[in-house]
Structure formats: structure tokens, C-alpha cells
């Protein structure tokens, strides 16, 4: 079973930049579209970023045109760089499959706050 391990998350002030990683434990993302989701406290976990293994990129409107999604085969690497981040609640960001299928990992806490 793949593993998904997520890092990059941290406290940053409204309007800075976090890049996210999700290292995974064998190339797959040539083979399956994947996507980043985040999860507020309280809420149910959204999809807000989508790469195909073409390479076509989709995004949730609340974050289109601030966050990037992309991947290196290579590495066996996705991130998500989120530009001009908001002031909002906490959120613990994940990489999965599109769609979400085994065991997610343990996600990585995004806080913007000033």
C-alpha cells in the first residue's frame, strides 16, 4: 500500500506563502491524478487542489489563482504552494488519490493568523 507522508505546514501571517510536500513511498503520480484536501476543525474535508498524471491542474474557486499544484516524478513529490494565504480557521492540509481511496496520512496544519 502507498504511503502519503505530508510536510510544510506551519503558522504564517495573512498574506505570506507556504509550500507544501507530500513525499509518496512509490511513482504513482505518472499512473493516478492526485490532489491536496484540507480539513477545518468541525468540517468536513474539501478537495481544493487536482493534478492529473497528464499534468492538468484543477482547483476549488476559493483558492484559484493563489495555490499551484504540481509534482516531480522524480521525487515521488507533490506540493501545493499557497500564495497570499488568508486569515482563517486552522486547517490540516492532505495529499490523496482523486478520488480518495486507502488510508490518508497524517496531514500538516496550516494556520494563517497575524
Known amino acids: 500500500q502507498v504511503q502519503l507522508v505530508e510536510s510544510g505546514g506551519g503558522l504564517v501571517q495573512p498574506g505570506e506563502s507556504l509550500r507544501l510536500s507530500c513525499a509518496a513511498s512509490?511513482?504513482?503520480?505518472?499512473?493516478?491524478?492526485m490532489g491536496w484536501y484540507r480539513q477545518a476543525p468541525g468540517k468536513q474535508r474539501e478537495l481544493v487542489a487536482v493534478?492529473?498524471?497528464?499534468?492538468?491542474?484543477n482547483y476549488a474557486d476559493s483558492v484559484k489563482g493563489r495555490f499551484t499544484i504540481s509534482t516531480n516524478n522524480a521525487k515521488n513529490t507533490v506540493y501545493l504552494v499557497m500564495n497570499s494565504l488568508k486569515p482563517e480557521n486552522p486547517a490540516v492540509y492532505y495529499c490523496?488519490?482523486?478520488?480518495?481511496?486507502?488510508?490518508w496520512g497524517q496531514g500538516t496544519q496550516v494556520t494563517v493568523s497575524s
Open positions: 493534478i492529473t498524471s497528464g499534468g492538468t491542474t
Open positions: 490523496s488519490f482523486v478520488p480518495a481511496h486507502g488510508s
Open positions: 512509490g511513482n504513482i503520480f505518472s499512473r493516478y491524478t
